[in-house]
């Protein structure tokens, strides 16, 4: 199943400041549980999640420092921050107003086509 | 080995096709550099081959086009010029800049003749007065035409010089008095504001227009420096090589080549300033570096002589609009060092020279303060010292706010985002005050 663009775009703030409050991690890394959150059905345009990242780093939700990695690589990790909490509780309480929302209506719409279904 | 080989070339190929796009640095480059050798790693480990495994993750991270795209609009200061110049290489980018070119000479003939009207035909203090209303819509006339803005904008821009015109022209100033030389002083520095608003192209509201519109200033200064100098020289060589043939041109060079050359020079420097900026961004960052330590010990020095001053009342006036000055060219050096550095950098020495530089421009301006408080109880108002007042308390509070946003930001507080943003915010107040000044003084004072 794709998901729609914008839908991806709006969840992944969230998302990520989410994986970052689990613990500090790298672009593969936050990547690869996105994957693994949505059991692959959500991809990202994995050059995509930089510019994120720096605009959170901008912002104050995240700061980042280069680490060096086992492979010897130069590799830069980001760390949450308290604002990045707050972001990321204001966040959560939004989409709960949205989920709940839809909620409602996906239970009122899917009666009618079930009721058509029995007269036909 | 041979395949391991071909995949380091490819990486090394992608690399270069990546930094390519300017709004990507190398650190970003790096990073995702490492992101790329993850996947193809963990590809080839799911069975694919080096090359296979090579495609999927070029591909899957996404057009560079697109990517830069959004670099760029997340870093916007590390292209601002981009933004405004469109990089695209056709034809079309050929005969875009050929026309530029002709209408930016048109507009610096344009803004010379009408210049050289002025010298002709105003009389005494009205050249000085109205000069820079004389130049300066021909700046604006550019940045209209260059962001190509909506008509509602270009209103918007021709009210305000009409209304300085009508305000510098009508009122009726006393013959040198000083509330003519102060509405002199103010005009072009509200007219500035203006030419902001058509930098931005209408986008007044954002922060990082602004910040570029404070990049401009900078390097246009410089660049309008620069100019000046070469001029100079040039001019100097001249009336000397003709002195020496006992030819006097400096009545040619007075009457012609003078106005033309400044009012020229504010139009190119410009021009320069929007298509050259490589060259001088370079530069920017360096200037900042060797003049705030300059800056900080002529402050010092400053704030010595004072405390060797018997009596602050006694502080001549001059000096105190002098040292007005000082700090307003603090203050732009400030915005200019604030616009040159990566927003991202955690703090550094120099962020500690800056807040130096601000910490002692406060206590001048204190000083300052100070003084001009008890020269007003002592001889009571003037339009000159309402001036100096309030500017002096216009820079107060922006001084006394980044000391704060510096040492939250050196102490990790807080982003350097947060003072970018102070400073943003505040530069419609410095517009707002030069117009205020302009429109209320001279009425206030009874146009003395």
Redo the contacts between chains.
Sequence with gaps: MRIDKDLVAASATPLVLGILAEGESYGYAILEQVNALSRGRMQWTDGMLYPLLHRLERQGHVTSTWRTADSGRRRKHYLITDSGRAALAERRAQWAVVAEALDQVWRDATTPPIVTKGWA | MDAETQLQTNIEQWRGYVQRHRAISV??V??????L???VSSLQDAGLSADEAFLV?VK?????D??SR??A???SERLWKQLVLLPAESDETGRQSNRELVVVLSLAIGAALSLKAGFAWLRGSAVGVNAALLVLPFLAAYFAWKRQVTAKVAATLIVPFVLVALVLNLFPFEPDGATEVIAAIHAPIALWFVIGLAYVGGDWRSDRRRMDFIRFTGEWFVYLTLLALGGGVLIGLTVGAFGTLDLNIEPFIEDWVLPFGVAGAVIVAAWLVEAKQNVVENIAPVLTRVFTPLTILMLLALLAAFATTPSVIDVDRTLLIQMDLILVLVLGLLLYSISARD??APPGFFDRVQLVLVLSALAVDVVMLTAMLTRIAEFGWSPNKIVALGLNVVLLVNLVWSVRLGIGFLRGR??F??LERWQTRYLPVYGIWAAAVVIAVPPAFDFV
Excluded: C, V
Excluded at chain 2, 30 to 35: I, L, V
Excluded at chain 2, 60 to 64: A, C, E, F, I
């Design positions: 650190a970003d790096d990073e995702m550099e490492d992101h050798r993850e996947q993750a899957r991270m996404g057009s560079l697109a990517l959004e670099f609009i997340e870093h927003p991202l807080q982003g985002a947060e």
